[in-house]
């Protein structure tokens, strides 16, 4: 047993979360870790809702709200929507706890201490209508390297490399399109050009990465400069270093927090476990795995900032210990609604809740498993998600289910027990016993479209013997009990197969084909107050021990086999038109 830890992006709090931001960070992480578990691995998925910055205070002010109302409004939304998804995080927190708050200063005095947190005078961008600070990232300008005219005053997303907002050429503010005003100002820098030969180094043995994240990853070595990890911001984690920690301008960089996050958020799991340093066999022994679900915007944030602020806090370690760098970034690239870039306020979106309340979570998650955007961008049309809700989901697999489940229960009314066997019975059985090498090494490596493209052809073969075999016409009973006795075994492995892709679907065919309890355990919102006496909060945890082993598991004659209802519902070909509309 191997300890595996799923580090899920964070979603910012300042709305709900729309389908592209879960077919990056959200769904994959979970078919991923469902797997895992199901191998009989320890996983600890982490992640929670990250609720300082700029954008928070902007949008609290827009509301005339303060940021933490506004926070906890859209952590409670993204809490529900998340699990309704169905994704099974260990502990899905927040970053306004206070033992967030310990960890994320801890781990900046450490790095400090170690000389790696540098101070500097630079010049810090002022709104001359409010005279608020505007943060790099909420200003807009023309990249000098590449002339891409939408590129951020930190990082061009055209051509990746890190940018001070400064260098843009004719910069405007995101917020009102003001030309920002600039001034010196005083902050402590990641002294990454200290740390580059490290990154370098430790880049250089991520072989098995995405080829498109690794060569990204390494590009970003090109032009390595310090970079601000505090802020002018009243609105975040004070900096807990003697002079700063009372100024109540000052705050550490959102981005220097976030990705503190994952440790914080394991520490809190295994505080709230009951032993302190549970935590620790994920982050501490050198054979434990660790993977980062995020998308392609936030690769420099987990491929260079978080290395190398773990590589700063290694250097001499405080009481966390050596911590382990990242076993793999797993980097999504971009899904686009229609043709456009989705964008909330543009109205060009699909909030995951509209989805889940009209279409169900296993729709969403099939089409994300099976057209997310892995390896490059992917457009999601109306039109597909319906024809593949029909065709595959309805037409290939519930189709196996019921027409298998419905001549059972007809004929039998249990699962009869399998006479001597066919050479076309054999082949189908060892198809599906191969899947699950076949399946499980695609999750195993990220690549979700062929794995469950591999669990689908098994459906795909089985209902083809079904028609080939015609058990309906079969006039022996016993060739007729065998035929159904060797389809009723196929859909048990097929569903096993299928269950991390969709968990909500596997408990019913489950059930379907007259199991008892949980196949797969499903997470829960949780009421949980503040370890060390903050506000409480909304969780997502639960116990998954419960989980299906990844091997074939015998049915058994006998078991009771009752007339099915359908898994999937048919989507008429009008809800196009329906969501097109909605868009207008």
């Not at 899905?92 to 101070?119: C, D, M, S, W």
């Not at 189709?399 to 298998?404: G, P, Q």
């Not at 669990?455 to 035929?483: C, F, H």
Request: glycine share 8%.
């Amino acid at each position: 047993m191997t300890h595996i830890l799923a580090a899920v992006a964070w979603p910012y709090a300042n709305g709900p979360r729309h389908i592209g931001h879960v077919s990056g960070f959200g769904v994959p992480s979970d078919v991923f870790s469902r797997y895992q578990r199901m191998m009989g691995h320890d996983v600890l998925m982490v992640s929670g809702t990250d609720e300082h910055g700029t954008p928070i205070l902007v949008q609290a002010e827009r509301e005339g709200v303060t940021p933490r109302e506004l926070a906890d409004r859209y952590n409670r939304v993204i809490v529900e929507d998340l699990q309704g998804l169905g994704l099974s995080y260990d502990l899905f927190t927040r970053t306004t706890t206070r033992n967030h708050y310990a960890v994320a200063q801890e781990l900046f005095k450490t790095v400090h201490r170690n000389g790696f947190l540098i101070p500097r005078t630079t010049m810090g961008a002022i709104s001359p209508s409010t005279g608020r600070t505007l943060p790099d990232r909420y200003i807009e300008g023309t990249c000098p390297i590449c002339g891409y005219g939408a590129a951020r005053g930190d990082q061009c997303d055209n051509c990746g490399n890190q940018l001070d907002a400064t260098d843009l050429r004719d910069p405007r503010s995101r917020i009102n399109g003001e030309t920002p005003r600039f001034v010196e100002t005083e902050h402590f820098f990641l002294d990454l050009p200290a740390l580059a030969d490290q990154l370098g180094s430790w880049l250089q043995t991520r072989t098995a990465w995405r080829p498109n994240v690794l060569k990204f990853a390494l590009n970003l070595l090109d032009d390595v400069r310090p970079r601000a990890m505090t802020r002018d911001i009243d609105w975040g984690i004070p900096v807990p270093l003697p002079g700063w920690e009372d100024n109540p301008a000052k705050r550490l960089y959102v981005w220097f927090d976030a990705v503190i996050g994952y440790l914080s958020a394991s520490v809190e799991w295994a505080r709230r476990s009951g032993d302190d340093d549970a935590w620790r066999a994920w982050w501490c022994d050198p054979d434990a795995r660790s993977y980062y679900f995020m998308g392609k915007d936030n690769i420099t944030f987990h491929a260079q900032i978080w290395p190398a602020e773990l590589l700063g806090h290694n250097a001499n370690p405080g009481r966390y210990g050596v911590l382990n760098l990242p076993t793999e970034v797993v980097s999504s690239e971009f899904l686009t609604m229609e043709g456009r870039k989705f964008s909330s306020s543009r109205s060009v979106v699909i909030y995951v809740r509209d989805v889940l309340e009209r279409y169900g979570p296993d729709a969403l998650r099939y089409f994300i498993a099976a057209a997310g955007p892995e390896t490059q961008d992917t457009d999601f049309t109306w039109a597909e998600f319906v024809r593949r809700n029909n065709d595959e989901l309805v037409g290939t697999w519930g189709n196996l289910v019921n027409r298998t489940a419905s001549m059972i229960a007809k004929n039998f009314g249990a699962i009869p027990a399998a006479g001597e066997l066919t050479p076309a019975d054999h082949e189908l059985l060892a198809a599906s016993r191969t899947a699950y090498g076949v399946v499980g090494d695609h999750v195993e490596h990220h690549r979700l479209r062929q794995g469950i493209g591999a669990a689908m052809k098994v459906a795909a073969d089985a209902n083809q013997y079904l028609s080939q075999q015609a058990p309906w016409k079969e006039s022996d009973p016993d060739r007729k009990g065998t035929i159904l006795h060797v389809a009723a075994q196929v859909v048990s492995d097929t569903n096993r197969l299928l269950a991390p892709f969709l968990p909500h679907a596997a408990q019913q065919v489950h059930e379907t084909l007259g199991g008892t309890g949980a196949i797969t355990d499903r997470p829960e919102v949780r009421e949980v107050g503040d370890l060390d006496g903050g506000p409480g909060y909304p969780v997502i945890s639960g116990d998954y021990r419960r989980t299906e082993a990844w091997a074939p598991r015998a049915v058994v004659p006998g078991t009771p086999v009752a007339v099915p209802r359908p898994v999937f519902a048919k989507l008429a070909p009008s809800v196009v038109d329906e969501e097109l509309a909605r868009l207008a």
